[in-house]
């Protein structure tokens, strides 16, 4: 069996390739089991296709713990890959499959709201599919937005305002329990990927926008137990990612929202790819 550290994985998952995997995870012969809490960990279950898997992560803060376990179709495990490492490809990787379904072909700047782990894949995935040649950063701690800005060749600023204003594509990956710019910042047909709150007592988006936009979720049943910026704004989503492959699209010139929760079907698609091209590269370790 194969073990992916983060290194490995990083090598055989690069951005590309993982959002060709976010297909499978959003299509439509998957399941996505609750998440379910035991101990200090969260324990996320899941099937693309005849592949099956489980996300296991630590809860304790400070403690990004964890592991992805894949299993073929005969229940054998084919691999592991570390879990933190995973899920901030993978959810970029979601978002960079929304921004190419849902933005304008010619967007070329980003605002990028966060500078935590997340936020580094995420500027990656929008830069695979959209030619950007402009990103600002914001973070509550500026410091913070001048470390992500030099180490991905951006923008620090100091205001969230003044990184969303002109930016074509917006990308939120915060802990924020409330609107971190304003609606009047965000100029109309600008595309939001908000992946930060994922319980319904966080919220990063205002209201207004969110109100005002077409907006796909990844998932329809977790977005409504999970999505604070729909469910405070009071907004059912008008496609999930299923439809959008489908064929779904927004209105010509709209704003638009991918509102993500994240999913375990992005776990097991986006780890079996990686195992896949490990296995053809002869990458990682055999336990």
């Known amino acids: 069996m194969r073990f992916l550290d983060a290194g490995s994985l990083r090598a055989a998952l690069p951005m590309p390739r993982a959002i060709e995997t976010m297909r499978a995870a959003f299509g439509p ?21 005849d592949v099956s898997g489980i996300k296991v992560v630590s809860t304790v803060p400070g403690n990004p713990a964890g592991i992805v376990v894949v299993f073929g179709p005969d229940g054998a495990p084919l691999g592991l890959v570390d879990g933190p490492t995973l899920t901030a490809i ?16 010619s967007v070329s ?10 936020a580094a894949d995420q500027v ?43 930016a074509e594509v917006v990308t939120t990956a915060t802990p924020a329990r409330a609107p971190i710019f304003s609606a009047a910042a965000i100029a109309p047909g600008t595309h939001l990927n908000a992946v930060g709150a ?5 919220v990063e988006l205002p209201a207004q926008v969110v109100r005002q936009a077409f907006v796909a979720v990844d ?19 008008d496609a999930d990612m299923a439809e959008m492959l489908a064929g779904r699209r927004p209105p010509q010139g709209a704003t638009t929202v991918f509102k ?6 992005q776990d097991v698609a986006a780890a079996l790819g990686a195992l896949q091209t490990a296995e053809a590269d002869n990458l990682g370790v055999i336990l």
């Open 260 to 265: 993500s929760v994240g999913i375990s079907s």
């Open 29 to 49: 012969d998957r399941e996505t089991p609750p998440r379910t809490r035991v101990g200090a960990s969260l324990f996320m279950p899941g099937r693309v296709g």
């Open 109 to 118: 700047t980003m605002a990028m709201l966060g500078a935590g782990s997340m």
């Open 90 to 105: 993978r959810t970029g990787a979601g978002c960079g499959l929304a921004t190419d379904l849902m933005a304008a072909g």
């Open 198 to 202: 994922f319980t319904p007592a966080m």
């Open 219 to 237: 998932d329809r049943e977790a977005a409504a137990a999970e999505a604070g910026d729909l469910l405070q704004a009071e907004v059912e989503p």
């Open 124 to 166: 990656a995935a929008v830069r695979a599919v959209r030619p950007i040649d402009r990103v600002r950063v914001w973070s509550r701690a500026f410091a913070h937005a001048e470390a992500l800005a030099e180490r991905i060749g951006a923008e620090p600023v100091a205001d969230p305002d003044e990184a969303v204003a002109g």
